[in-house]
């Protein structure tokens, strides 16, 4: 377990106070990733822009991956309060809090895959979604929900941006009809940018469709 991400840190203890904290070198770093990208945090990189030098930093944190995972769980922060009314309406809200954090810090795309260290926050979102849950599923069905819907919300933060798409429609419509029937109904009907509450029902509606087979 890294213990680096467990600890309390609470205020108050005797002595002199660090010159620096975990939250606050994630803070710079978070700020380069969210500007530079990932690979532009490094350790030195943080220091710098701290005012201190790499050796200081080496006190709070072994190196960049650890450094990376307090950059993850800074940015997850606290689970999502979720609303009572019932598990479909718990696990949309679960599932597009999740959409914000990547969109705002798409590093975090790549930080939260492979293996790593897991933090209490991560988990906290884990708990959350696993805890509303409906009755009747199994827990590797559970699990493997949460792994569904999270890879849902994974593929719609890497979806690229359509322009670049439809500029080149204009010039060869022809050779991809039903690419170009479609946006054309989309145009004329509506219905886009509805990827994230389309696919979200569709998952939903698969697991009461599971859920009333067992009845």
């Known amino acids: 377990m890294a213990d680096f991400l ?18 606050a070198i994630a803070d710079v770093a978070i700020a380069v990733a969210d500007a530079e990208g990932l690979d532009a945090v490094t350790m030195q990189r943080v ?18 991956t650890e450094l990376v995972a307090v950059m993850l769980e800074r940015v997850m922060g606290a689970a999502p309060t979720l609303p009572e009314a019932g598990w479909r309406d718990a696990l949309i809200t679960w599932t ?8 705002r810090h798409s590093w975090a795309l790549v930080a939260s895959t ?40 994974r593929a719609l933060a890497m979806q690229p941006d359509e322009s670049g798409m439809i500029t080149a429609l204009t010039e060869h419509a022809a050779r991809f009809p039903a690419v170009t029937a479609a946006i054309a109904d989309m145009t004329a009907h509506g219905g886009q940018d509805q990827a994230l509450s389309f696919g ?15 009845v």
């Open 6 to 23: 467990w600890q309390e840190r609470a205020g108050g203890k005797r002595g002199p106070k660090p010159a620096l904290t975990l939250e």
């Open 114 to 153: 492979g293996k790593r260290p897991i933090g209490p926050h991560e988990l906290d979102w884990m708990e959350a979604a696993l805890a509303r849950m409906p009755a009747g599923l199994t827990g590797a069905e559970r699990m493997d929900t949460v792994a569904i819907l999270a890879a849902q919300v």
């Open 200 to 214: 979200l029902e569709r998952i939903l509606d698969g697991l009461e469709a599971l859920l009333a087979k067992r």
């Open 96 to 103: 597009k809090c999740l959409l914000s954090v990547f969109l």
């Open 47 to 64: 220091a710098a822009d701290l005012g201190y030098t790499k050796m200081a930093l080496y006190r709070y944190l072994p190196g960049k």
